[in-house]
T-cell receptor, first 109, second 116 residues
Framework: DAKTTQPTSMDCAEGRAANLPCNHS???????VYWYRQIHSQGPQYIIH???NNETNEMASLIITEDRKSSTLILPHATLRDTAVYYC??????????FGAGTRLTVKP | ETGVTQTPRHLVMGMTNKKSLKCEQH?????MYWYKQSAKKPLELMFV???????ENNSVPSRFSPECPNSSHLFLHLHTLQPEDSALYLC???????????????FGNGTRLTVT
């Protein structure tokens, strides 16, 4: 699986957009980009995934660069409940889903 | 309610004990997973079951023994563990392979295991 690189931590003001970057420069053509998050004391939660097109759902937007070497997860209006560790994963499928250290996002009032 | 229930939430066991972790999913999924999350380390995929068949075993020591009697239940049997096995053990489920549309992993809230 492609290795991903994310910043260790980020802060965001409540109500503002949170933009979480991820580098996956060795991603192969058939690997998707997945985002999960883990709120303290809970299991990880799926957010969104994509292959090469930008994606949007009720939780977030995913912007993937044209060369697919990086992506950005956007939480359009961050709330305090969005404070969590966010994981970016490049993988073929769930059988190879390898979580890294992620980005610890802190949303501040 | 996550749809994936893990019991117990907390477990303390000695190195000579035998215990089991239980996971049950109510989502109609056919793939189930065990992950280990140690302090300050990323989640590690341990085992994968698709349609009750084990398809992945990521070099996990034999003191961890999984069992999947049906698509809704998954167990992790523990024996002669070491203190370094203390961690959060997470169970997940998904719709499995070959479905065309991606089925996200649904995680339980884990069992916090302490080995003394």
């Amino acid at each position: 699986d492609a290795k991903t690189t994310q910043p260790t931590s980020m802060d965001c003001a409540e109500g503002r957009a949170a933009n979480l970057p991820c580098n996956h420069s060795t991603i192969s053509g058939n690997e998707y980009v997945y985002w999960y998050r883990q709120i303290h004391s809970q299991g990880p939660q799926y957010i969104i995934h994509g292959l090469k097109n930008n994606e949007t759902n009720e939780m977030a937007s995913l912007i993937i660069t044209e060369d697919r070497k990086s992506s950005t997860l956007i939480l359009p209006h961050a709330t305090l409940r969005d404070t969590a560790v966010y994981y970016c994963i490049a993988s073929y499928n769930n059988n190879d889903m390898r979580f890294g250290a992620g980005t610890r996002l802190t949303v501040k009032p | 309610e996550t749809g994936v229930t893990q019991t117990p939430r907390h477990l303390v066991m000695g190195m000579t004990n035998k215990k089991s972790l239980k996971c049950e999913q109510h989502l109609g999924h056919n793939a189930m997973y065990w992950y280990k999350q140690s302090a300050k380390k990323p989640l590690e995929l341990m085992f994968v079951y698709n349609f009750k068949e084990q398809t992945e075993n990521n070099s996990v020591p034999s003191r961890f023994s999984p069992e999947c009697p049906n698509s809704s239940h998954l167990f992790l049997h523990l024996h002669t563990l070491q203190p370094e096995d203390s961690a959060l053990y997470l169970c997940a489920s998904s719709q499995g392979k070959g479905q065309g549309v991606y089925s996200p992993l649904h995680f339980g809230n884990g069992t916090r295991l302490t080995v003394t």
